[in-house]
């Protein structure tokens, strides 16, 4: 009788923790080698944004021919499927890494679903300047223009893979009316327009930091959302979310920011501009704010 009670109980514990396993977790990517490149998109074209070993473990997010996409760092990234095992999802040895895995690396408000919020969102991203117009010019003599071409086409990339439908209003470095931008968001009925730049205050070389800005006040909220979650993952210098009468947002009825994602007149934010690390943590900052954004859009 009392070996009866025993079963009954550890198979009910048993059901109990397969069920809420598969509900907290997907399949798993096990890495089989070392110094493995993490890129942030399927080809060896891609931007090399990290490395994994042997052993580590990640959360699967989907397959492509010879590519497997998964959480890494807060976002989508992806590794040769040449050098992982693939683990199916009721695998209980992985239980506990998998759950630590998802646990750190995904947003609160999105665990279920993290692209969801995403998916099929027109986003109208504005690389400021261009062409004869290069911007503010950096301490390095970098142009302001080439700084947010680059930042804008990584941030795509990040976007794409969350299913998002992303429209630049300059591919590469050519001249953009500022009237052009706008309309250009209204036309594709942009859910968001963002416009990205790089500040300058010759000046006062030691100034640094990143500031979002709003025209219409309907668009303040989603500025503070965007500064917060851009200023979590950079640790950059806090200029908040402000009014701003900028063209590009004043012809604009979509809902749109300005973003300056930091000072390149300051020689140490140049440089850190620069680095693959910085673009990363800009790109994980606007997702999450997109996310946050749209998540209170549709629980309105
Ligand atoms: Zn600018």
């Known amino acids: 009788m009392y070996r009866w009670i025993k079963s009954i109980i550890f198979l009910l514990m048993l059901v109990i923790s397969l069920s809420i396993s598969s509900t907290v977790y997907a399949a798993t990517v096990k890495i089989d080698t070392d110094n493995l490149n993490i890129r942030n998109g399927p080809s ?3 931007d090399v944004i990290g490395q994994a070993d042997t052993g580590e473990t990640y959360q699967l997010n989907e397959r492509e021919d010879g590519w497997v996409s998964i959480y890494f760092n807060n976002s989508i990234a992806w590794v040769s499927s040449e050098y992982v095992t693939i683990s199916d999802e009721n695998n209980e040895k992985n239980h506990d890494q998998t759950v630590h895995v998802q646990k750190d690396s995904i947003p609160t408000e999105t665990k279920n679903n993290p692209n969801a919020l995403l998916k ?21 003599g970098g142009y302001e223009k080439k700084y947010v071409l680059h930042t804008a086409h990584n941030l795509k990339t990040y976007l794409e893979h969350l299913g998002a439908i992303v429209h630049l209003t300059r591919e590469t470095d050519n001249y953009k009316m500022l009237s052009s931008r706008a ?10 327009f963002l416009s990205l730049h790089y500040n300058s205050s010759p000046q006062y070389p ?24 851009l200023i979590k993952s950079t640790n950059s210098e806090d200029r908040h979310a402000q009014f701003g009468d900028f063209q590009v947002l004043r012809t604009n009825h979509q809902p749109a920011l300005l973003l300056e994602l930091g000072f390149i007149s300051n020689a140490a934010e140049e440089l850190n501009i620069q680095t693959i690390a910085y673009q990363r943590k800009i ?3 606007v997702m999450a704010g997109l996310q946050k954004y749209f998540l209170m859009r549709e629980t309105d």
């Open 44 to 46: 060896l074209e891609s």
């Open 283 to 285: 790109s994980q900052g």
């Open 183 to 192: 309309s250009y968001a209204n036309y594709q009925r942009a859910d968001v």
């Open 120 to 140: 099929n969102k027109v986003i109208v991203i504005d690389p400021g300047h261009g062409g004869r117009d290069v911007g503010a010019i950096g301490v390095s």
């Open 206 to 229: 030691s100034v640094k930091g990143i500031g979002t800005f709003f025209y219409d006040k309907n668009d303040e909220t989603f500025a503070s959302i965007m500064q917060e979650e």
